[in-house]
């Protein structure tokens, strides 16, 4: 690990733990080598720097919207942190290229399916991006929901810490059983995963992915180290 690196999760882990209580006990359940997805919902900026640092000592990317790097000093510290830039609104080409490069070498990638943060902690619909990756990857993946920090931008003005919770699913893989993968099945297996995630959270949180009855695991199949 660089100066660099230690300096900036030094700096970030400082930062959050001063806003959050951070509850963090089952990131344990992540895989500690080989190539990892870990996805997650995106309710705002401060959960990017508490998942990038409780997850080391493990090499950690993410895609980030590439408009962050338009800051200097923030741009350097995603460099050092390994973050993707990330285009939205188009098929950005590199940085899938970029991800799948990151996987090839086993290290763990952050994605948030739902492409934008939703602010109230509830579940948008989600993109299939994160499907491709892990199918031309075949690398596990880990649903990792967040909650309670919805609001710690009012507790900040009453200088009050936020409770931030993680919940972790069990890693999994996903397998299409040899069907052709349309864009049918990347649909049915987008909702496979993100109900898995919703499954980790409390009902209030799951929005579009509230009703678990619509839950399937048939692209599902335990993650096994070994593989």
């Known amino acids: 690990m660089t100066l660099s690196e230690r300096f900036v999760i030094s700096f970030f882990r400082l930062l959050t733990s001063l806003i959050c209580r951070i509850d963090d006990a089952e990131l344990s359940r992540v895989p500690r080598q080989g190539p990892v997805i870990v996805y997650t919902n995106h309710i705002n900026l401060v959960e990017i720097p508490i998942i990038y640092t409780h997850l080391q000592p493990r090499k950690v990317h993410g895609m980030l919207l590439a408009d962050r790097w338009k800051i200097p000093l923030l741009g350097w510290a995603l460099n050092v942190a390994g973050g993707i830039p990330l285009h939205r609104g188009e098929a ?10 990151t996987l090839a070498q086993g290290q763990l990638l952050i994605i948030s399916p739902e492409g934008t943060r939703s602010h109230d902690g509830k579940l948008q619909q989600a993109h299939p991006g994160v499907v491709l990756l892990a199918l031309h990857s075949a690398a596990a993946l880990v ?4 909650y309670g920090a919805e609001c ?4 900040l003005k ?5 409770d931030f919770h993680m919940r972790v699913g069990k890693p999994f893989r996903l397998n299409a059983h040899g069907e052709k993968v349309g864009h049918q099945v990347r649909q049915k297996m ?4 993100m109900y898995q995630l919703a499954g980790l959270l409390p009902a209030q949180y799951r929005g579009v992915y509230t009703d678990l009855s619509c839950a399937s695991t048939q692209y599902i199949e335990p993650y096994t180290q070994n593989r």
């Open 152 to 155: 710690y931008t009012e507790n």
């Open 190 to 193: 987008l909702e496979e995963l």
């Open 92 to 101: 950005d080409i590199d940085a899938i290229h970029a991800s799948l490069k």
């Open 143 to 146: 649903p990792v929901g967040y």
């Open 158 to 162: 009453k200088l009050k810490r936020t």
